[in-house]
């Protein structure tokens, strides 16, 4: 069987080598573009006779980092500095002088090591391919232009030359912004018993939000109190539908995630889950809002006992970097029916109104309760004049508030919502009309 030539092949089968003797950062290599290295690697190293599995393992790999739009040297960096391993969990919670000398010993030796696959470049790996390969040219290289400013710790990695020496500002950094999933997503569910992150969250801006400003400012205020560590309120955002409540709750993170604010979203019908969540996110470095949208019970429902537990406490310590805010349409969020009332003829409980005023008060657990009011006519319409102005429709004003009172008339009534509906609409109708407002309604 041909092998790779005498240089390449004593370099690979050491690479190889230092690969299999990491001690912490095997995660590293084992998603598909750290897959696809190691591949190529021994498809280099035995070459067969046509080299096709060689040039298909080269395929591979350059399909691995075009997927990620990441160079082989950029997702090397990324995967260390989200890497989950005794080392950086631990390094989240310790101070690194209180770290164990041989995890920090350990450490110090994958970063040699990992040094040693980030100088193997994919210039590299191509010309490998050509000369086992026996080709005239080298396959084509992936390349994506560099940020234009690269600062801090990736800075540090790119340009030093001994990552070992970086082990102490790499703790720290784990020690700051996290490791895992929590470094990797701003924004996060829980699905079947596990966090999954959200790639890409609702962009919505705090700016981009008109109206209901008290709410806004004391919404934001607890939202600070959160990040500087100090004792934030659950809140319950309670009022109509359309008035913005979930997209203030979104806005948040896009205002707040550069300080290591995450959102977790978590339905109803995962709320069972909400205290062993909530265990889980007690060490973490982030700072936490768990998001339960258009929240309501059914009697008797396990996920009213389970937010119950968390907003009220148990024997547990309640964690200061983790904070519940839910939204509703209801103030009284357990359904109560008339037949939940007390009469003298009720004989099925001899505490039967005690009962009725846990239903009724179970929002008051919230720490705050924001009220969202129906938009008047006002306010309506000055959220359209803030979102055409954002959007840049340029039409007479007259025109643009009967346009919005009729769009109101005819659908769901004044809101934030029917608002946004209105101006995304209008502005996808001026674009094919090439911004001309004639002949609208």
């Known amino acids: 069987m041909p092998t790779a030539s005498s240089s390449s092949y004593a370099q690979v089968q050491l690479l190889q080598r230092q690969a299999a003797s990491l001690l912490l950062y095997q995660s590293v290599l084992q998603d598909e573009v750290g897959i696809a290295f190691l591949e190529l690697l021994q498809a280099i190293r035995y070459t067969d006779a046509d080299a096709r599995g060689c040039l298909q393992a080269y395929g591979s790999y350059f399909h691995a980092l075009a997927n990620q739009q990441q160079t082989w040297e950029d997702y090397l960096i990324i995967q260390i500095l989200t890497a989950e391993n005794p080392f950086t969990k631990l390094a989240q919670k310790r101070d690194f002088e209180a770290l164990p000398q041989a995890l920090v010993v350990a450490a110090q030796h994958d970063l040699q090591i990992l040094q040693s696959l980030y100088e193997c470049s994919s210039a590299i790996l191509s010309e490998w391919v050509q000369g086992v390969g026996h080709l005239a040219v080298s396959p084509v290289v992936w390349y994506v232009e560099p940020e234009a400013t690269t600062t801090g710790l990736v800075s540090s990695l790119h340009h030093c030359d001994n990552w070992a020496e970086l082990v102490q500002e790499l703790a720290n950094h784990y020690r700051q912004c996290g490791t895992g999933l929590f470094a990797q997503y701003r924004a996060l569910r829980w699905q079947t018993g596990e966090f999954i992150g959200i790639p890409h969250p609702d962009p919505v801006k705090l700016h981009h939000l008109v109206g209901y400003e008290l709410q806004k400012d004391t919404l934001i205020k607890n939202t600070e109190f959160l990040l500087a560590g100090e004792v934030a309120l659950h809140v319950l955002l309670y009022g109509t539908r359309g008035a913005g409540k979930s997209s203030l709750v979104k806005a ?190």
């Open 252 to 441: 948040l993170l896009n205002e707040y995630s550069h300080r290591h604010l995450r959102l977790l979203e978590v339905t109803k019908s995962q709320l069972q889950d909400l205290p062993t969540i909530v265990e889980h996110l007690r060490d973490l470095p982030q700072k936490f809002i768990i998001f339960v949208d258009d929240l309501s019970f059914e009697e008797d429902d396990d996920a009213f006992k389970a937010l119950k537990v968390v907003l009220e406490g148990n024997l547990t310590a309640r964690p200061q970097n983790v904070v519940v805010y839910a939204t509703s349409n209801r103030r009284h969020l357990i359904r109560e029916f008339f037949t939940d009332r007390p009469t003298p003829k009720q004989n099925e409980e001899v505490h039967a109104w005690d009962t009725m005023q846990e239903k009724l008060s179970f929002s008051d657990r919230f720490g705050l309760t924001l009220t969202f009011e129906s938009a008047d006519q006002n306010t309506y319409l000055q959220i359209i004049q803030h979102l055409a102005a954002q959007s840049g429709i340029d039409i007479p004003q007259q025109d643009l508030e009967f346009q919005a009172l009729q769009w109101a008339t005819r659908h769901n009534g004044r809101s934030g919502r029917t608002a946004r509906q209105f101006i995304d609409f209008l502005k996808a109708e001026l674009s094919l009309l090439g911004g001309n407002p004639e002949n609208q309604d």
